[in-house]
């Protein structure tokens, strides 16, 4: 599949199916069709479905290994412009649906509709220091830090110390939005979480729908979302 030139990057996206388009935005700790494989058939027999890696993620290339939430939407609604897409549904993973508020906040008739999976629109009220690099090489965790190696060498080039520190420094910085950029938010929107999320706990959901129009969440029962 290819890369696409936008803004200073050159982004690497596939696209599978049909119809209405609809583009995934992945977790910061995965990449475009590794982070949406299960719903990859049900979506692309009815949608036009893309799949796009951000800067610093998967196989997307960059000079600067830096980015963040905000530096993420800009890419994408420029790759929207490169792809001709007018408008366009976005399904935002974590960190992704950080990204699809930020989009629909900069240019809102872009936005067909938002959902948000693991993502409340608010800086996660839990911290933790189990994604710092020191953390974990000091709890030996080497199938997580070889696992993000082969995700995103070739996006960081194998200084996978300081992709977590910009991961653990977004995380704790984004999103970024006031009560007032949050209700200019006027397409559709969904939160969905999991019982368990202690990154999305219900109090926010229930905050966040109270302050975007035609919005609302679901938490789904007895589930755990995994957002690596």
């Known amino acids: 599949m ?3 030139q936008c803004n200073n990057i050159e982004m690497y996206y596939e696209q599978l199916g049909i119809g209405d388009p609809v583009v995934f935005l992945h ?13 990859i058939l049900d979506f692309q027999n009815k949608y036009s479905c893309y799949y796009p890696d951000f800067r610093g993620h998967g196989r ?3 000079k600067s290994p830096e980015w963040n ?17 007018p408008k366009a549904h976005l399904v935002g993973y974590g960190m992704g649906g950080g990204v699809a508020l930020y989009c629909a906040l900069n240019q809102p008739q872009r936005i067909t509709s938002i ?6 629109g608010f800086v996660a009220s839990m911290q933790s220091e189990e994604f710092e690099p020191e953390w974990l090489l000091e709890h030996e965790r080497h199938d997580f830090i070889n696992m993000m190696k082969d995700r995103h060498m070739e996006a960081h080039r194998g200084d996978w110390q300081q992709f977590l520190r910009q991961k653990v420094n977004d995380w704790r910085t984004y999103p ?19 019982q368990y999320d202690p990154y999305a706990p219900e109090e926010d959901l229930k905050r966040v729908t109270s302050i975007i129009r035609n919005s ?10 995994d957002l690596t």
């Open 216 to 225: 609302s969440y679901v938490i789904v029962p007895d589930c755990a979302i």
């Open 115 to 120: 959902t948000s999976i693991g993502q409340s």
């Open 2 to 4: 290819p890369h696409i």
């Open 176 to 194: 970024q939005l006031s009560e007032e950029q949050l209700s200019c938010i006027d397409c559709p929107t969904l939160f969905i979480a999991d």
């Open 69 to 85: 939430t905000p530096l993420h939407a800009e890419d994408i609604l420029t790759f929207m412009d490169h792809l001709k897409l």
């Open 27 to 39: 977790s910061g700790f995965s990449r475009g069709i590794l982070a949406f494989a299960s719903q």
């Open 60 to 62: 997307t290339r960059s």
